[in-house]
């Protein structure tokens, strides 16, 4: 099968096309053909090395973690699923990830793809829109009426996690930069704070929930803005302990688990059209498209989700 793979950390010029057998499932297993993939910031971080002392893979790593495709191979345990199905899926972090034109996924990861949703549409979705979902359902738990600020709300998270809130009834502000107030109001945002001439920290007061996607100094400032009580949660960093004593609220780093039967739950929003989503960009499925896509991602000012088209 042809895959784009790294055989060595560094720039985006060590994405390279490489043929590799396809990969054997296990019994728990499918096999996907992939449609559709999707670039999330841990891609590049990890091709740039910055993640090796968490993953301990060989070369060549096939880095990409979302998948939307169609079933051709079923495993002797899988039970829910079978050949033919279209699903989409955040894969376990393997190093035989989705840059490649199939993947295998766990059983319990996966999920039908929304049948109103392209694949490419649906490949935008597992990653971050499970991130998003963890951070405001599993660990912040917003409900009805909470007021919660979202960073960096054009993002690939961002832009899924205000949808969400809005959905479970939040007053929902965001940061992003000037260019993108309408986009992020159209996604539902109540407040638009443009961090390039405002400080959140000085506008917004007594809220409830914090959604941190950038960590460093938006982390610790964040925690002003909160009432005592409140609920920070980072997938950027780590909170500083004794800003959360100092403030009275609890903060806590969230690492994405994946998980089928969530993504489910997001399907069915994206089929009942209360949550859209958000494609900026698509490229091609060769390793210069994948570097031009590493290369719009790490600019860190991607707008929505950037997709990659496979098949
Ligand atoms: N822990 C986990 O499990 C987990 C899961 C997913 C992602 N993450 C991490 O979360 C972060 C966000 O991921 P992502 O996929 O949403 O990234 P992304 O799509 O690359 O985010 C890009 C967005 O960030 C905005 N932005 C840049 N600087 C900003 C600032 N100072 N204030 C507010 N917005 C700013 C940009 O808006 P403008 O163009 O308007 O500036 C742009 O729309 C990454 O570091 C990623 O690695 C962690």
Redesign the pocket.
């Known amino acids: 099968m042809r895959a784009v793979v790294i055989n060595e950390y560094g720039s985006k010029n060590v994405l390279v096309g490489q043929e590799l057998p396809k990969p054997e499932i296990k019994a728990n297993q499918v096999l996907v053909e992939v449609y559709a993939t999707s670039i ?3 891609d590049w ?1 990890l091709r740039a090395g910055y993640l090796k002392q968490m993953f301990d893979w060989t070369f060549p790593i096939i880095l990409g973690w979302d998948v939307a495709g169609k079933i051709v191979e079923v495993g002797s345990e899988v039970t829910y699923f079978q050949v033919g199905d279209e699903v989409f899926a955040r894969p376990d972090t393997t190093a035989e990830g989705t840059y490649a034109e199939f993947t295998t996924v766990d059983e319990e990861l996966l999920a039908k793809k929304p049948s109103n949703l392209t694949f490419e549409e649906a490949a935008s979705i597992p ?2 829109g499970l ?1 998003a979902w963890q951070s405001l359902v599993d660990n912040t738990k917003v409900k009805q009426g909470d007021k919660v600020l979202i ?2 709300g ?5 832009s899924l996690a205000i949808q969400m809130a809005k959905h479970f009834g939040a007053f929902v502000a965001t ?3 000037e ?2 107030e309408a986009y992020v109001k159209e996604l539902g945002a109540d407040e638009f704070i443009n ?1 390039r001439i405002q400080k959140f920290e000085e506008e917004l007061s007594d809220y409830d929930v914090v959604i941190d ?2 960590g460093g100094d ?1 982390l610790n400032k964040s925690f002003q803005i909160l009432k005592p009580g409140g609920r920070l949660v980072t ?2 960093g780590q909170p500083d302990l004794a800003l959360t004593e100092k403030h009275q609220v609890t903060a806590s780093s ?3 688990k994946p998980n089928g039967k969530q993504l489910g739950e997001i399907g069915e929003l994206l089929e009942k059209r209360i949550l859209k989503p958000q494609v900026g960009s698509v490229f091609d499925f060769s390793a210069e498209a994948l570097q031009k896509a590493h290369e719009l ?1 790490e600019t ?4 929505g989700k950037i997709v990659i088209k496979v098949k």
């Not at 054009?154 to 961002?158: H, K, T």
């Not at 860190?300 to 707008?303: F, G, L």
């Open positions: 999330n910031p841990i971080k990653l971050a991130t960073h960096a054009a993002g690939g998270v961002g940061t992003a930069s260019k993108n961090y996607t950038m938006i997938i950027a969230h690492w994405l991602s860190h000012h991607a707008k």
